[in-house]
């Protein structure tokens, strides 16, 4: 008897572990799927720091307001990327498997998400309608400086949840170096003092430097306007100044996060980048070393949005976190000071509210800017955008991929007898905006291999552009 309870006793103690391994496991998966099914997924272009504070508060507030418990999984990448990867679903056909699509600036939302991959509506964000007090508060009104603060459509696709400018970060120990005036103006930049010190992020990666380079071109286009030329002929002058600040470039970095970095590390003189990288630069590092400056009347102030993504598998936990961004608390987050009352916990911010209420009470705000009070008479224009979508290929074809020749035929055309007349040129773009509307919808429509061809013809006319430049300053 004693003999056979001791083999029961040993299975027992060999069985046990397989049994409580199989109903833990089971307890993990019953666990792992209730956590997916309050997880949502946000694809976004905001930093780290953005990210975290946000997830942080938003958690809380949902325990407050639900009592449930939730979290947020993002999937960081550059507006550009969203883009890509949104098409790369719809190519496949797969689902998107997104809850909620967030930063990137305006044009971002309003076109290349609102529209699918061949252009047609709706693209891949879906329409919401908000509670009307939600609306009201965020929105009393619905544009700033003509620029519609969310999308005009009914029910709207997107909406903004914070404003955003631009202007140039610099380094005030190398200026000093290179005897140079702190910038006040996009065109100090294409200074030839300063060659191989300009910074700046890949277009064609990074949404925010296009949208700079973008009111760069905009800025010309109402300049020639208010001379009574052609907006077309100054396109050809606002993407000549975009050549020449490319002449000047040391480098272009993978996005525009990278910027400050570079700028504040002594890499660089000065460099294009949005207000709160600028701001938030400057804060870490100190005014006696860093600078930020936006160009009087040639910057823009522009939202910068959140959006339902369609087929969002997690539907009203993604309506929530668009209402809690767009709430009092959510709007102070962006410029409330670190460790105060409804504060980050840890990170200024340093964006612009979109809620115009909360301006009112600024006492604990990093920035004390009001945008309502201050917008420019100049802001970006739907209308004079029209090149938008192609902007960066062209920068991308002319300034980076021939990096190189541009600097050496601004150089030798600057040592010649003829500078004047043959900078002035290469200030020029070779063609006006009629022809660049021609090239992106050309662009647009092209296969992969399609693109490729274009991309090598492009590129060998502007190669062809600077080898007759220097022919004619004397460098063969």
């Avoid at 700033?144 to 997107?158: I, Q, R, S, T």
């Avoid at 949840?161 to 065109?187: C, H, M, Q």
Wanted: overall charge neutral; proline content about 5%.
């Amino acid at each position: 008897m004693r003999r056979y309870v001791f083999i029961l006793l040993v299975f027992v103690v060999l069985v046990t572990p397989f049994i409580l391994q199989r109903v833990l496991g089971r307890g993990a998966q019953h666990q792992a799927a209730a956590d997916a099914a309050h997880t949502i997924i946000v694809i976004t272009a905001h930093n780290e720091g953005i990210r975290r504070e946000f997830r942080d508060a938003f958690v809380a507030w949902h325990r407050q307001k639900y009592g449930g418990a939730v979290d947020v999984d993002y999937r960081a990448l550059g507006g550009s990327d969203i883009v890509k990867q949104f098409q790369d679903y719809d190519r496949s056909g797969s689902a998107f498997n997104t809850d909620v699509v967030w930063g990137g600036g305006d044009f971002l939302f309003n076109v290349q998400l609102k529209f699918d991959l061949k252009g047609r509506k709706p693209g891949y964000l879906e329409a919401v309608v908000l509670p009307a007090y939600v609306i009201h508060a965020a929105f009393p009104k619905a544009d700033l400086g003509g620029v519609a603060l969310y999308d005009m459509d009914k029910p709207p696709a997107w909406f903004g949840a914070a404003l955003s400018s631009f202007g140039i970060l610099y380094n005030k120990d190398v200026l000093a170096y290179l005897k140079l005036p702190e910038p006040k103006t996009w065109r100090d930049l294409a200074d030839p003092r300063y060659a191989g010190w300009v910074i700046a992020a890949d277009p064609t990666r990074s949404a925010s430097t296009k949208t700079a380079f973008m009111i760069i071109v905009e800025r010309a286009m109402a300049d020639a306007k208010e001379q009574g030329r052609g907006e077309d002929e100054g396109w050809r002058d606002g993407m000549g100044l975009v050549r020449i600040i490319g002449a000047n470039a040391r480098m272009f970095v993978g996005s525009s996060e990278a910027v400050p970095g570079v700028v504040a590390g002594g890499d660089g003189g000065a460099g294009m980048c949005i207000d709160f990288y600028g701001r938030s630069q400057v804060d870490a590092i100190g005014e006696r070393r860093l600078g930020y400056v936006e160009p009087a009347g040639a910057t823009a102030i522009n939202p910068d949005p959140i959006a339902l993504v369609k087929g969002a598998p997690h539907h009203e936990l993604a309506i929530r976190f668009i209402e809690f961004v767009l709430s009092e608390q959510g709007q102070r987050l962006w410029n409330l000071k670190p460790g105060t009352p409804g504060g980050p916990r840890e990170t200024a911010l340093r964006r612009l509210p979109i809620m115009p209420s909360v301006y009112g009470d600024n006492a604990n705000f990093t920035d004390k800017v009001n945008p309502y009070q201050q917008a420019a008479a100049f802001n970006t224009s739907t209308a004079r955008k029209g090149t938008f979508p192609i902007l960066g290929e062209l920068i991308e074809f002319s300034c980076m991929d021939l990096l190189d020749e541009l600097r050496a035929t601004r150089q030798a055309i600057l040592a010649s007898t003829k500078a004047a007349e043959l900078d002035a040129r290469l200030a020029r773009f070779p063609f006006d905006q009629k022809e660049a509307l021609a090239r992106g919808k050309r662009w647009k429509e092209a296969p992969p291999g399609e693109k490729l061809k274009l991309q090598r013809e492009w590129t060998r006319e502007f190669r062809e552009e600077y080898r007759k430049l220097r022919e004619e300053a004397g460098q063969p």
